[in-house]
């Protein structure tokens, strides 16, 4: 099947439809607009674009930290005709201004903060920078508040006010690219993925019709929006819907997510392993682990208590109104995910990547077949590389709606990204059962090959390590034909401990070493655990980059 809605059409209609609700705030401040304001905000940016000579399908770059104004460039860019170009605010400058340069981009919007690190020079064929803060916009050329300007010649453009029936974008063809995104994956410098508008409806439209959120609901925005997974789930799909949406605007660390999620009570909540894994590690573990609770928990009255206890706790430090959660961006760790399944906690994980805009699988919780990825959508085909796909992992590779059309001005990586008979290559290895769930196993340039020709896949030893005393985060590499884990520990879990970071450490790894060895195959044991001063290096949607270690 293929879903045939057009893309500016859609939140036009939204605009329409949702006109004097909420659409976008920045959390912590007063900083909001209606579907109104945020219509009467795209139509000034358009006539900023007329004024700069912009055409359909030229590129405008977009830089800055997820804000209700960085959703209005981002929209009127689209609604324009024009290819929008999001970049991660945490990219090096010299790569910001590789991206804006290597994506032809004609204009740049960029935040305060964004641009006091740019070498403007550097971005010699951009015909005007543009600075936002808040609902302030100004142009950096020339040091004028294009805010003041552009809301007079609004003014006089309609004398008579703004109503919904104004609201009229021109019907470009789903074909047209929408989104020129750069990635930072984990294996070496982003590529530009053109996005269309037929790869987006593909994603929102399944998403309407599948996800839990109603007209009117609240999103609490945490992923970043240059980034596909945060820009569809939690930005072009509830603004769909006409939703309300509240950007965070700074790093989802689990103290600031609580009182987030306490006063925004979201519907529904798109979040990444992360997030979960430490809440699972910081507040569910340490109460378990009690020795009265332990005891309780293997007697049949007394767990189900306690299981209905802690849910109900999580539920309400989640805000208490949500449907459920969605994971996605990297598989969630497997005694977490089983440990919230157990207790009935209402989580499933979904998979994709940037170059399905970027759904591939998914299923809800009432339908979520436990440690799997979801169901392959209904407007893709999925096929496993492998004499035996329920058996034998291979190569995802995918067909359908969602892909790409390529990756921009590359034409030998666009190539080498499909098959000869024109399916996607994930570089992602896993298996498929007879129901259309995918099942993970790990990355195909992460896999590593043993000396006796077994198949290890590190990031299954990792999930097991990760749980064990005093780990944040570890990598498993090969060294001169042995497996080395590298660990960076929790020092100041240890030193709250009263142990030392010295010989008391060594000790406690090296019993993790030996536990960890005693659950794994022979060929996946561990030679050595090498520590860590500093935590891994890692991407925006916090995957770890494993090539700068593996060389």
Same mark, same amino acid.
């Given at each position: 099947m293929r879903y045939t809605e057009n893309f500016i059409k859609l939140y036009e209609q939204s605009l329409r439809d949702n006109f004097e609700l909420p659409a976008l705030s920045d959390y912590g401040t007063d900083v909001s607009f209606t579907y109104k304001e945020l219509a009467i905000e795209i139509e000034k940016i358009h006539d900023l674009f007329t004024e700069q000579g912009i055409h359909p399908g030229d590129s405008i770059a977009l830089v800055g930290k997820n804000s209700a104004y960085?959703?209005?460039?981002?929209?009127?860019? @689209?609604? #324009? %005709?024009?290819?929008?170009?999001?970049?991660?605010?945490?990219? /090096?400058?010299?790569?910001?201004? /590789? *991206?804006?340069? /290597?994506?032809?981009?004609?204009?740049?919007?960029?935040?305060?903060?964004?641009?006091?690190d740019l070498d403007e020079s550097q971005m010699p064929a951009l015909k005007m920078i543009y600075s936002f803060s808040g609902k302030q916009l100004n142009n950096r050329k020339e040091s004028e508040n294009l805010s003041a300007r552009?809301?007079?010649?609004?003014?006089?453009? !309609?004398?008579? %006010?703004?109503?919904?029936?104004?609201?009229? !974008?021109?019907?470009?063809?789903?074909?047209?690219?929408?989104?020129?995104?750069?990635?930072?994956?984990?294996? %070496?410098?982003?590529? %530009?993925?053109?996005?269309?508008?037929?790869?987006l409806i593909g994603n929102i439209i399944y998403a309407q019709r599948t996800m839990p959120l109603e007209k009117g609901n609240t999103m609490l925005s945490l992923l970043p929006l240059a980034h596909a997974y945060g820009c569809t789930f939690e930005f072009l799909f509830p603004l769909s819907k006409g939703c309300h949406i509240t950007l965070l605007g700074k790093t989802p660390a689990?103290?600031?997510l609580m009182k987030a999620f306490e006063e925004i009570k979201p519907n529904l909540i798109i979040s990444v392993p992360l997030i979960l894994e430490k809440i699972y590690k910081n507040t569910i573990v340490p109460v378990i682990n009690k020795p009265l609770i332990k005891i309780a928990l293997k007697l049949p009255g007394l767990n189900a208590a306690i299981y209905s206890s802690v849910r109900k706790k999580l539920i309400h430090a989640f805000g208490g109104k949500f449907n459920q959660i969605v994971i996605g961006g990297a598989p969630l760790n497997k005694d977490?995910?089983?440990?919230?399944?157990?207790?009935?906690?209402? @989580? =499933?994980?979904? #998979?994709?990547?940037?170059?399905?805009?970027p759904l591939i699988s998914f299923s809800l919780y009432s339908d979520y077949t436990p440690l799997s990825c979801g169901k392959v959508l209904p407007n893709l085909e999925v096929?496993?590389?492998?004499?035996?796909?329920?058996? *034998?992992?291979?190569e995802i590779q995918v067909a359908g709606q969602n892909v790409m059309q390529g990756y921009y001005k590359n034409g030998e990586e666009t190539q080498h990204a499909f098959t000869v008979d024109g399916w996607l290559k994930t570089g992602d290895l896993g298996t498929m059962d007879k129901n259309n769930d995918i099942f993970i196993?790990?990355?195909?340039?992460?896999? *590593?090959?043993? =000396? =006796?020709?077994?198949?290890? #896949?590190?990031?299954?030893?990792?999930?097991?390590?990760?749980?064990?005393? #005093?780990? *944040?985060? =570890?990598?498993?590499i090969s060294k001169n034909n042995r497996l080395i884990a590298l660990v960076y520990p929790d020092y100041d879990a240890i030193r709250a401990a009263g142990l030392s970071t010295g010989e008391d450490l060594k000790k406690v790894m090296l019993e993790n070493k030996e536990a960890l060895n005693s659950m794994v195959a022979s060929f996946e044991k561990i030679a050595e655990i090498q520590l860590c001063e500093n935590e891994f290096e890692k991407t925006p949607k916090r995957s770890i980059k494993r090539y700068l270690y593996t060389d």
């Open positions: 960085w959703g209005v460039i981002f929209l009127a860019t @689209v609604t #324009y %005709g024009a290819v929008i170009v999001p970049i991660l605010q945490d990219f /090096h400058p010299h790569d910001i201004q /590789h *991206i804006v340069n /290597h994506s032809d981009s004609v204009l740049f919007f960029a935040s305060d903060s964004s641009l006091k552009l809301t007079d010649q609004f003014n006089k453009k !309609y004398p008579n %006010g703004f109503n919904r029936e104004m609201i009229n !974008y021109t019907e470009f063809p789903n074909k047209n690219v929408a989104i020129l995104n750069y990635t930072s994956g984990t294996s %070496g410098f982003s590529k %530009g993925v053109l996005i269309t508008g037929d790869n689990p103290n600031v977490v995910e089983e440990f919230f399944l157990k207790i009935g906690f209402p @989580v =499933s994980v979904g #998979y994709g990547m940037t170059e399905c805009a096929r496993i590389d492998s004499p035996d796909p329920y058996l *034998i992992a291979g196993r790990g990355r195909s340039k992460c896999m *590593i090959l043993s =000396s =006796s020709g077994q198949n290890i #896949y590190p990031e299954e030893i990792e999930a097991k390590l990760n749980n064990f005393p #005093y780990v *944040i985060e =570890s990598l498993v």
